[in-house]
């Protein structure tokens, strides 16, 4: 008793000393984070301080999540359900009202349970038919009801969901003295039957996920609150956001009080590429704010919002118009089909050939420029360390099922792969060819790279190791070349026609010439092509009229070529003075670029998007680099673009993706050491969102 007593002056004590913290001495740490420059940072007394975590992130990084749960042989959990609970328990007498709340969920959903108050804590699986697999993880007191999600996030147990409907065990005491109306009890319950009050609310809500793909977050009406409810955490949530290299927009502020809501799986799913860890978050002394997890608490809703996502209240929610009945596609046997035909590009670089053997020494991959890449700016993510697949070779039996198993998981098609043709010659063929005599199912398409290999990356004319040669070999005869994987059932149409890029049309000669003879041939072997060029600028060989003049079908967007360059002020970064490369805004760019692609679409030509453009592995001191990519505006840029072609028959509804393993430009998609499995639960909830 004496132990709640003194909790509960604490809390008094921290209240007031919230409402007299002097504002200037906040607005003048905050200017220090997000004033120009984006990326300058200040040193906070928080344990999530941005300085103090690029410490601990060095060398192999600390554990996200409890080690015990590791151990567990019934985590993560087998075959799913794609609506989860996620209940933490501090107060057990309270948890008999959470599960009667949780039996108003009318489809199958599972239940993860964290549990911080050191008792033993059940969930009678007959309170709640609809309930296939019910976990309960016991966690330290720490970080609230927040570290506890958060470890749940790092540890991939989330990663399945599509929804998510997030409560605790709270009670508020402190709300008894505070201004904000209603006690603690009441607030709770007020909270829980306005999300869970019955299967027809909870019916209604699902409905609204499902008819509206911009929703991101439902919680109970009065909970959704803006900028005069920062509570002096400006400074932490701005240290966090820097590890995304995010500015803070401190008057657009809106976020879910209390942190009990239903949302979209890919605004919790995203805050593993935060990398938090115990470490960050405040040991517990009745904080009722500005700790980590009250930032947390409010970034959610910002990242949300820079997804392209609504945070709204379940009136704002329901009074928009939508077909009921939808949300049954939330139950486990209800099929679904991507929204649009998404395609990322594959590089084939990551097995030895004897030439890169030649030119770059033994054994050389692609994997080599990616281990040698050093930071060059203060937080800089390199190296970059593949997560799931490994420092893999492709050459090696079951690495190709792997990466198509998990592309099509996340709702893509299949892979545009790169095609290294020299005037007759092919290099890096190897995966393409061992694809083609698999018996995967993946669609597959090729895009010519015929762009001259050069020690300097950049497939331009000086120090050429191996170049492109259209008189020793005229370019007509390219398509004799890959007529066999044309012909393949499993190539990627476009109203029945193979769609075929070519990277640098502007570079060869008689183009027009050339392409009708493509046509001719293809024909003779009963196919017909959809051409495409690469929307590529001049300086690299870009066509000096139309592609329909030329007689291409239309133009593919492969950023960052042609988009919006941007150089950010370096001040803050503490970029290293050898760098002499190029640091650029990503926001800015897919701002831009999301503009361009609504005001229409040629006919014929297919919208891109990019993870990022890093390629430091490669040119280290040279190199281009996008301040400020991050898997909440890769989101809503991919959104944009899949919206864009939406009113075009299935057919042509393709968007492109650069790129799946371009690692050492830093452009991937497959898990890696910072971002976890992010980029793709981000074209998950897109697609099938």
């Known amino acids: 008793m004496r132990g709640e007593v003194a909790d509960r002056v604490r809390s008094r004590v921290n209240v007031l000393r919230s409402r007299v913290r002097p504002r200037a001495r906040i607005k003048r740490a905050i200017g220090a984070l997000v004033g120009p420059p984006v990326g300058a940072t200040a040193q906070s007394d928080s344990p999530a301080d941005f300085g103090r975590w690029l410490e601990r992130i060095v060398g192999r990084g600390l554990s996200r999540f409890p080690d015990q749960w590791s151990l567990r042989?019934?985590?993560?959990?087998?075959?799913?359900?794609?609506?989860?609970?996620?209940?933490?328990?501090?107060?057990?007498?309270?948890?008999?009202?959470?599960?009667?709340?949780?039996?108003?969920?009318?489809v199958a959903f599972d239940i993860l349970v964290t549990n911080a108050s050191g008792a033993a804590v059940s969930i009678d699986p007959s309170r709640l038919p609809r309930a296939r697999h019910i976990r309960v993880l016991n966690v330290v007191n720490r970080g609230r009801d927040i570290l506890p999600l958060v470890a749940l996030v790092n540890a991939g147990y989330l990663d399945p969901y599509e929804l998510v409907v997030k409560v605790h065990t709270k009670r508020s005491d402190w709300r008894d003295d505070h201004e904000l109306s209603g006690s603690g009890g009441q607030w709770r319950a007020g909270l829980l039957n306005s999300l869970l009050g019955s299967p027809e609310q909870v019916t209604g809500i699902l409905d609204a996920f499902a008819g509206r793909p911009d929703l991101g977050m439902i919680t109970g009406d009065g909970s959704v609150l803006g900028p005069d409810y920062w509570g002096d955490n400006q400074v932490n949530v701005?240290?966090?956001?820097?590890?995304?290299?995010?500015?803070?927009?401190?008057?657009?502020?809106?976020?879910?009080?209390?942190?009990?809501?239903?949302?979209?799986?890919f605004v919790v799913q995203g805050l593993r590429a935060l990398n938090l860890s115990v470490e960050d978050f405040e040991p517990e002394a009745g904080q009722v704010n500005a700790t980590?997890?009250?930032?947390?608490?409010?970034?959610l809703g910002i990242l949300a919002i820079e997804a392209g996502l609504r945070v709204e209240d379940v009136a704002t929610a329901g009074s928009a118009a939508f077909e009921s009945g939808q949300g049954s596609r939330f139950d486990l046997d209800s099929p679904r089909r991507p929204r649009a035909r998404v395609f990322p590009f594959f590089l084939p670089q990551f097995h030895p050939i004897p030439e890169n053997d030649r030119w770059w020494g033994k054994g050389f991959t692609e994997w080599t420029n990616v281990a040698a890449a050093r930071p060059v700016y203060l937080g800089h993510h390199q190296?970059?360390?593949?997560?799931?697949?490994?420092?893999?070779?492709?050459?090696?039996?079951?690495?190709?099922?792997?990466?198509?198993?998990l592309a099509r998981a996340h709702g893509l098609e299949g892979f545009m792969y790169y095609y290294y043709w020299f005037a007759g010659r092919r290099l890096l063929e190897g995966p393409i060819k061992r694809m083609l005599d698999s018996d995967t199912d993946t669609p597959f398409s090729i895009m010519w790279a015929n762009e001259n290999w050069t020690r300097r990356w950049d497939g331009q004319s000086q120090d050429v190791l191996i170049g492109q040669d259209y008189e020793a070999v005229p370019a007509r005869f390219f398509i004799e070349d890959v007529l066999p994987f044309l012909l393949d059932p499993r190539y990627v149409r476009i109203n029945g026609k193979c769609l075929l890029s070519v990277y640098r049309p502007g570079q060869l000669p008689d183009f027009a010439e050339v392409l009708d003879a493509w046509r001719a041939t293809a024909r003779l072997h009963g196919i017909e092509l959809h051409v495409v060029t690469v929307d590529v600028p001049g300086s690299m060989n870009a066509l000096t009229t139309s592609a329909t003049s030329v007689g291409l079908d239309g133009v593919m967007g492969f950023p960052p070529h042609n988009c919006h360059w941007s150089h950010i002020n370096r001040a803050g970064l503490?970029?290293?003075?050898?760098?002499?490369?190029?640091?650029?805004?990503?926001?800015?760019?897919?701002?831009?670029?999301?503009?361009?692609?609504?005001?229409?679409?040629?006919?014929?030509?297919?919208?891109a998007v990019m993870v990022t453009f890093d390629n430091t592995a490669r040119r280290q001191m040279a190199g281009d680099v996008w301040f400020g990519s991050n898997p909440y505006t890769f989101r809503r840029w991919l959104a944009t673009c899949?919206?864009?072609?939406?009113?075009?028959?299935?057919?042509?509804?393709?968007?492109?993706?650069?790129?799946?393993?371009?690692?050492?430009?830093?452009?991937?998609?497959e898990p890696s050491d910072r971002f976890g499995a992010t980029y793709l639960l981000a074209c998950r909830d897109v697609l099938f969102g």
Do not use: C
């Open 73 to 106: 042989e019934d985590m993560p959990i087998l075959g799913p359900s794609r609506v989860v609970a996620v209940v933490h328990v501090f107060f057990p007498e309270l948890l008999d009202e959470i599960i009667e709340h949780l039996a108003s969920i009318p």
């Open 238 to 265: 701005a240290t966090l956001l820097r590890r995304l290299e995010l500015g803070l927009d401190e008057g657009s502020l809106r976020f879910v009080a209390g942190s009990v809501y239903w949302a979209r799986g």
């Open 292 to 299: 980590t997890a009250h930032a947390i608490e409010r970034i």
């Open 383 to 405: 190296p970059k360390i593949p997560r799931d697949l490994g420092f893999y070779d492709l050459r090696t039996p079951g690495i190709a099922l792997q990466q198509e198993q």
């Open 574 to 607: 503490a970029v290293d003075p050898r760098f002499t490369g190029h640091l650029l805004g990503y926001r800015e760019l897919v701002r831009e670029a999301e503009r361009d692609t609504r005001t229409g679409l040629a006919e014929g030509s297919f919208p």
């Open 642 to 669: 899949v919206k864009a072609v939406s009113h075009r028959d299935e057919q042509n509804r393709v968007v492109f993706v650069n790129a799946w393993n371009e690692w050492a430009e830093g452009a991937v998609l």
